[in-house]
RNA sequence: AGCCCUGUGGUGUAGUGGUUAACAUGUUGGCCUUUGGAGCCAGCGACAGCGGUUCGAAUCCGCUCAGGGCUGCCA
């Protein structure tokens, strides 16, 4: 039963181990996923999921998705069917156990008043304002409301009377009895029921009281015969809550544990503020490929594999933490590596012409599709007199480390041969064509007389090339944590180059047969995908994330010290 | 200021009284290469501080310092 050998250790682990040695839930393990229906999720929550449906893999548990939905007015239809399509697309099951908070707005409703029976909890009167003032601050201790002795049989009746709709929103409150000095502010009488004549997505109307977070969650759990509810950091404060409600029931009890949520640089991941750039027309929406949202790594090329994979190596713990954007790219580049086919793509197209090659021949040269899996296979690649290579593959005045092409250098054309650059035409002070010889002994991209060559580049055949437009996508933000700023809107933290798109790309005709969300390698680029918004007239590509370039590096140190 | 939580290389984690303090990423150098990719080898780099317990402390205790959370009828 023990997960031991290649499997991830955490101290949540430790204490699912240690409950199973003591027997302390007849060794069942049994998590829960419980969004709250207001947003989309995004790359934190991956890890929450990783974690819970995780742990019931491991252990042979089970694992439940549930709608943590008792605010109707925050909450909509659309973010759940979003939220259903991510944990699915990540590729985790809960079999047919998809769950609602609404669906035990009765059940809660009983316990409510069971706990006014035992005078564990009273009616209100106080306004949000008084209650406020009431509760006391961080040093002082609160006062108790002037209704909280009332007798059971008027709170009985006020209660019944919320529920049945006779009062205004705000105008009472279902409180807990438990300690107005109390240390820990979540345990001043905390409200458990508060009026909201709104429509609730699920229930309708049926509703005019809704559950707050505190009182509903550990039921929630309860009902559901959770063993570990696992949460983040910020409800530490609320377990002994959590505890108070179940003990005071009397029901069956389940143990939170709280873990950090994850934080990654160049981005933010709080829902208020994905919510301000989407609603503000910053990114194009939830699915934009430059936010932290699943939907939107989905759009931009991620795999379900690089996102899992990613939430195992961060790891869990309890303290607060930023993770580096680049172990995300780290662990994109490691599945794609292995799993993409590679095509040729010319970014940002430089005309050539091999002046000796003959104008109407045209060759088929043969090409691996993925050296890191033989079993993919080898396609053909068309190549003639006229070819686009990349721009940043020439330099008419080369620095040193530059290996690619220059006047009179030879390198060699990826699977076809090695090619000399003759001379550069310019116009008006650009590059706009190269004319260059091959040597024909060269075919495939080996020399006989065993010459060697600095580099090999990518090239596309112009008559057979396709034309693309080609997105590419870059941080979002130019400070590692926009979100910590005292001073600044982080907003006016984001990166104004975060998009860049390219509408004269040229790629091999191959392409074509690939379908929206279609991932695979530009050789010497990176890793793309076909965008979802490609038609018949035009090709959209993304790009995921680049190959590391150490040349980029060069080049960038080079113009440090000038 | 009261209560709660947390401090291990640049970053993320492991380490549960005896380890040359581990792994990954990053970084530096080298090898290899028909992707300046991938891979391989090597180097650099950490126990917040001070006391205490102990033969022995990253680990246990105390204090200090630092960071985070909590004063919604949000979750």
Redesign the pocket.
């Known amino acids: 039963m023990n997960p031991t050998n290649n499997v991830?250790?955490?101290?949540i682990r430790?204490i699912i181990d240690e409950d199973l040695r003591t027997n302390k839930y007849d060794g069942r393990v049994h998590t829960r996923f419980?969004?709250?229906p207001?947003g989309y999720l995004h790359i934190g929550h991956a890890k929450s999921i990783c974690l819970n449906f995780g742990i019931a893999e491991e252990y042979k548990g089970l694992c439940n998705l549930r709608f943590?939905?008792?605010?109707p007015?925050?909450e909509e239809k659309e973010y759940t069917q979003s939220i259903i399509e991510d944990v699915r697309w990540l590729g985790f099951d809960w079999e047919d156990r998809l769950f609602f908070?609404s669906d035990y707005f009765g059940q809660m409703y009983e316990y409510a008043v069971q706990l006014v029976k035992d005078g564990k909890a009273y009616v209100?009167?106080?306004?949000?304002?008084?209650?406020?003032e009431y509760?006391?601050?961080?040093?002082k201790p609160g006062r108790n409301s002037p209704y909280r002795d009332r007798s059971v049989e008027e709170n009985l009746d006020l209660l019944e009377r919320m529920k049945a709709g006779e009062f205004a929103?705000?105008?009472?409150?279902l409180r807990a009895k438990i300690d107005m000095a109390h240390?820990?502010?979540?345990m001043r009488d905390?409200?458990i029921y508060?009026?909201?004549h709104a429509s609730h997505h699920r229930t309708g109307d049926k509703w005019c009281i809704?559950?707050?977070?505190?009182w509903?969650?550990g039921l929630e759990d309860s009902i559901e015969d959770i063993t570990h509810s696992i949460c983040?950091?910020?409800?530490?404060?609320?377990?002994p809550l959590y505890d108070w409600f179940l003990d005071n029931l009397g029901v069956y009890h389940p143990q939170q544990i709280?873990f950090?949520r994850l934080?990654l640089?160049y981005t933010v991941m709080s829902k208020r503020m994905l919510l301000e750039l989407v609603e503000g027309g910053y990114v194009s929406g939830w699915d934009d490929p430059r936010l932290p949202t699943i939907s939107g790594m989905r759009r931009r090329g991620y795999s379900p594999t690089a996102i899992r994979n990613f939430c195992k190596?961060?790891?869990?713990?309890?303290?607060?933490?930023?993770?580096?954007l680049?172990?995300l790219?780290?662990c994109i580049?490691?599945d794609l590596?292995?799993t993409?086919l590679?095509f040729m793509g010319v970014l940002r197209p430089l005309k050539i012409v091999i002046e000796n090659y003959p104008e109407d021949k045209v060759e088929e040269l043969e090409a691996?599709n993925?050296?890191?899996d033989p079993n993919a296979g080898t396609r053909k690649l068309p190549f003639s007199r006229v070819l686009y290579i990349e721009q940043g593959?020439f330099m008419e005045d080369p620095p040193k480390?530059?290996?690619?092409l220059a006047p009179g250098r030879e390198v060699?054309f990826?699977?076809?041969y090695f090619i000399t650059c003759k001379e550069s035409i310019k116009e008006g002070g650009d590059v706009v064509e190269l004319r260059c010889t091959y040597d024909p002994a060269?075919?495939?991209?080996?020399a006989p007389d065993g010459r060697?060559?600095?580099?090999?580049?990518?090239w596309v055949s112009a008559a057979h090339a396709i034309d693309a437009e080609v997105r590419l996508y870059d941080r979002l933000f130019t400070l590692e944590n926009p979100a910590?700023q005292k001073d600044t809107d982080f907003k006016e933290l984001l990166n104004p180059n975060s998009l860049e798109v390219l509408t004269s790309s040229k790629v091999e005709p191959a392409l074509r047969n690939l379908k929206p969300f279609d991932r695979f390698?530009?050789?010497?680029?990176g890793y793309f995908c076909i965008g979802p918004d490609t038609t018949e007239e035009n090709l959209v590509i993304n790009r995921t994330v680049g190959?590391?370039?150490?040349?980029?590096?060069?080049q960038k140190?080079q113009q440090m010290k000038k």
């Open positions: 991830t250790r955490d101290f430790d419980p969004p709250e207001n943590d939905d008792t605010n007015t925050k908070a209100d009167d106080l306004n949000a304002k008084e209650i406020n509760r006391g601050t961080l040093t929103d705000g105008e009472k409150v240390p820990n502010l979540n905390p409200i508060r009026i909201l809704y559950p707050m977070y505190d509903a969650h983040t950091l910020e409800f530490e404060n609320h377990r709280e950090a934080n640089t190596r961060i790891g869990v713990a309890k303290v607060n933490s930023i993770v580096d680049e172990f790219e780290h580049r490691d590596n292995k993409s590679r691996i993925n050296p890191e593959d480390k530059f290996y690619r060699r990826r699977y076809s060269t075919r495939g991209g080996y060697k060559v600095k580099s090999t580049i990518h910590g390698q530009f050789e010497r680029q190959l590391r370039d150490i040349w980029a590096k060069i140190q």
